[in-house]
C-alpha cells in the first residue's frame, strides 16, 4: 500500500495570502510530483523532482513554486493566492525503474481562493 | 510527442452490464499505459498497467486491458459491473523522456444505474 501523504485536504483562503500544500512519502522514492485537477478535467503535470536539490517545471506553467530539501518531502507554495489557483492539486511519487514504474498518489489538495 | 485520448466523457451502465471503456494512445516508441480509478474526494489508484509483457492485463476488482498495436488501443473492460464501480477512470501513458512523467487522458465517468 502507498504511502503518500498531502496535508491539508481541504483549504479555503482569501486572495493575496500565501500558502504551502504538504506532500510526504515514506518510500523512499527518487521522483516526486505535482498534478493540478480542474473538476471534470485531465491532470496537468505542473511540477517534479528527481531527487533531493532537484526540481522542473512541468507541462503546465504554473506560478506555484516548489522545494525539495529531503527525500520524502515536496511542498508546493503559492505566494500570493488568486482565485485562478482554486483548483486540486495532487503529489505523486516513481521509483521509476526502467520505465515500468507506476505513480503511487496522495489523496489531494483542494484549494479554493475566494 | 505521446499522447493519450479517451472517448467518451461519460459512460453510463446498468449493474451487471459489460463496462467498456476506451483509451487509444500516441506514442514515437514502446508505451507503457496504465489505467488509473479516482473516487470522489481521493486520488488516483492504479488498476493495472502494461509494460511490454502479456497483451492483455489483469488488474485489480476484475478490470482487465488489451493492449493492441495495430489500433494503438488500450481499451478497459469489466464483465459485469458493480455499483462501486462507479468513479472516474484515467488512461495514461509514460512520457518520452526518463522521467517517469505520466501524460493522462481527460478521464471518464463512469455511472452505474441499479
Known amino acids: 500500500e502507498a504511502d503518500i501523504y498531502q496535508t491539508p485536504r481541504y483549504l479555503v483562503i482569501g486572495t493575496g495570502k500565501k500558502i504551502t500544500l504538504e506532500c510526504s512519502q515514506t518510500m523512499g522514492h527518487d521522483k516526486m510530483y505535482w498534478y493540478q485537477q480542474d473538476p471534470g478535467m485531465e491532470l496537468h503535470l505542473i511540477h517534479y523532482?528527481?531527487?533531493?536539490?532537484?526540481?522542473e517545471k512541468g507541462d503546465l506553467s504554473s506560478e506555484s513554486t516548489v522545494s525539495r530539501i529531503r527525500t520524502e518531502h515536496f511542498p508546493l507554495t503559492l505566494e500570493s493566492a488568486r482565485p485562478s489557483h482554486t483548483s486540486q492539486y495532487l503529489c505523486a511519487s516513481s521509483e521509476w525503474t526502467g520505465g515500468t514504474g507506476e505513480l503511487f498518489f496522495g489523496e489531494g489538495s483542494r484549494l479554493t481562493v475566494l | 510527442a505521446q499522447s493519450v485520448t479517451q472517448l467518451g466523457s461519460h459512460v453510463s451502465v446498468s449493474e451487471g452490464a459489460l463496462v467498456l471503456l476506451r483509451c487509444n494512445y500516441s506514442s514515437s516508441v514502446p508505451p507503457y499505459l496504465f489505467w488509473y480509478v479516482q473516487y470522489p474526494n481521493q486520488g488516483l489508484q492504479l488498476l493495472l498497467k502494461y509494460t511490454s509483457a502479456a497483451t492483455l492485463v489483469k488488474g485489480i476488482n476484475g478490470f482487465e486491458a488489451e493492449f493492441k498495436k495495430s489500433e494503438t488501443s488500450f481499451h478497459l473492460t469489466k464483465p459485469s459491473a458493480h455499483m462501486s464501480d462507479a468513479a472516474e477512470y484515467f488512461c495514461?501513458?509514460?512520457?518520452?523522456?526518463?522521467?517517469?512523467?505520466?501524460?493522462f487522458g481527460q478521464g471518464t465517468t463512469l455511472q452505474v444505474k441499479p
Open positions: 523532482s528527481y531527487g533531493v536539490n532537484s526540481t
Open positions: 495514461a501513458v509514460s512520457g518520452s523522456s526518463n522521467t517517469g512523467k505520466l501524460i
